[in-house]
């Protein structure tokens, strides 16, 4: 059974001319995409709805591209923008004839691709309302409600928009239906744009007995690229949101969509500055303590003049930047440092790592960038300095490591503070003969866990222990192993006495081979 695409396209007045020529032209290039795919044995149904002056199913779902390009030249351009009617009459045709596949034991549902080159009206020409009942068109395709109309399933749609068009209004759309938003500024793009929906099924063939590989988008950017077209950050984003939609994996798609380290989909915008520059309280703050006197690093741009900063203590907090003719905050040339094996933040600089594949994506070897977000999956985005892209990396994710922390970031610990009355020590609880052994961390890492715990008590830091990543987690008071997903508990103890003398002897010859400290079994008395 093939997949179904109903190309939904805006064939008002203003198409007409050259702009319905370029749209005849990418979409038939896009049919012979389809064709080529068909050849490999997956085929897709393709139905044409168009709205303008006439709002009509030109041709149903159909695999005979002889059929679909006859309607497509058959098109013509007029009347106003009736986006509602054109989205509902796509309803109907996947409620009609429409229907979930299966690709290798993944399901994929049908998708619209929807293009417009200005803003919908309706009967009364009026937009704004109009603008209102395209939003509810787009509600129905969307996980809420799609069950409620007759639809098979979630129905992602990709939106790609060209001249006049709103911009908010498309982006909204793709946000309801887990789908995609792109604009295009010429021909070459627009028929970009229509292959890359056919590469993104030929990804989906090829991956889809691995999981991991249909949910990484840099090996779905990869991919694209392999094939010869170029993707942006936001692009390949959008594309991963849309598949994984398809595959009935909204919570993935809602993720991917919304991923902080998200994000290499995070949109600038040029009059702020760039994502990760560091910056500290302005000429008019009114926040008092916030920031706790401290640096923070831009990690989004948000809309109405304001930006997002995470502060090197960790809150996280939108400031304005043009908002109500306000600036809370000044850049600031002050590089985050890092404690000798502390984990990797928001705000330090990178470089290529021992796993880079990315070819010249920073600008060449050499080039740094500054991490704008990390997750605990193993990820960071990174703004690279020289060109500007933004990207997400591995850091840990499948023990890989695209990027590294520059080296002059990191500094010794400073010397701990004496203790009055007790003395602190970090250990962490091994197993042998059956029997919980409480080991102790050596010296660097008693000063590095220290003083990472005395900044934030609740929090996770990664720390390198024989070349290899732990997730400390002081909440929990455990550690991970990044790679193996092995968690051991950890504690923090004061002792007055170390009991010594109620030692066994086999107690005392239990000796680390690491690092040489001797096993503490127990801290109290027999």
Not at 260 to 280: H, I, K, M, Q, W
Not at 290 to 308: A, M, N, W
Not at 337 to 352: A, D, F, Y
Request: glycine share 10%; net charge neutral.
């Amino acid at each position: 059974m093939p997949l179904d695409t109903v190309l939904c396209l805006d064939t008002s007045g203003s198409m007409a001319g050259r702009g319905m020529r370029e749209l005849v032209a990418a979409v038939e290039n896009f049919l012979e995409g389809v064709e080529e795919t068909a050849k490999g044995g997956l085929k897709e149904n393709i139905a044409v709805v168009e709205f303008g002056k006439r709002e009509r199913v030109v041709q149903s779902l159909t695999n005979d591209y002889g059929k679909v390009r006859n309607a497509i030249r058959s098109l013509e351009a007029g009347g106003r923008t009736p986006m509602f009617n054109g989205l509902m009459l796509s309803l109907k045709e996947i409620v009609a004839n429409g229907g979930v596949v299966s690709v290798i034991g993944r399901k994929l549902s049908p998708r619209i691709i929807l293009m417009t080159d200005g803003v919908p009206t309706n009967d009364d020409g009026e937009s704004d309302d109009a603008k209102a009942q395209v939003l509810v068109a787009a509600a129905s395709f969307g996980p809420k409600l799609w069950s409620s109309v007759g639809l098979p399933h979630p129905i992602p749609i990709a939106c790609v928009g060209c001249g006049d068009c709103s911009p908010d209004l498309l982006d909204a759309i793709a946000e309801i239906t887990n789908g995609m938003f792109v604009i295009v500024d010429n021909i070459s793009e627009l028929s970009s744009f229509f292959k890359k929906q056919v590469l993104l099924i030929k990804f989906a063939a090829q991956f889809a007995g691995d999981m991991e590989k249909l949910n990484d988008a840099l090996v779905l950017r990869q991919f694209i690229e392999d094939m010869g077209e170029d993707v942006g950050d936001d692009e390949v984003q959008g594309l991963l949101r849309l598949l994984l939609t398809m595959m009935g994996l909204e919570a993935a798609a809602s993720l991917a969509a919304h991923a902080a380290a998200g994000s290499s989909s995070a949109e600038e915008t040029y009059s702020y500055p760039p994502l990760g520059s560091r910056v500290r309280r302005g000429r008019d703050w009114k926040w008092g303590p916030q920031d706790k006197g401290d640096v923070g690093t831009i990690v989004s741009h948000e809309k109405g003049g304001c930006i997002r900063v995470e502060w090197d203590h960790g809150a996280s907090n939108g400031y304005r930047w043009g908002a109500e003719n306000a600036r809370d905050l000044k850049v600031v040339n002050e590089p985050r440092k890092l404690l000798v094996g502390g984990s990797i933040k928001v705000g330090v600089e990178v470089k290529r790592g021992k796993d880079w594949k990315w070819n010249d994506q920073d600008g060449g070897s050499g080039n740094n960038g500054v991490v704008y977000g990390t997750d605990e999956k193993g990820w960071v985005s990174v703004r690279w300095k020289k060109n500007g892209k933004t990207n997400n990396y591995r850091y840990g994710k499948e023990g890989c490591f695209d990027v590294e922390v520059v080296p002059s970031v990191f500094e010794k610990p400073a010397a701990p503070r004496k203790q009055t009355g007790s003395h602190m020590c970090w250990q962490w609880k091994d197993k042998i003969d059956e029997k919980d052994l409480w080991r102790l961390f050596n010296e660097d890492l008693q000063k590095t866990i220290e003083a990472a715990y005395s900044k934030d008590t609740k929090g996770t830091q990664k720390v390198q222990i024989n070349n290899t990543s732990y997730d400390v987690n002081f909440k929990k008071m455990e550690q991970k192993n990044v790679s193996s997903n092995n968690v051991r508990s950890i504690r923090r103890k004061g002792k007055t006495k170390w009991y010594m003398q109620s030692l066994s002897l086999f107690d005392l010859l239990c000796i680390d081979c690491n690092y040489m400290y001797m096993y503490i079994v127990r801290t109290e008395p027999r």
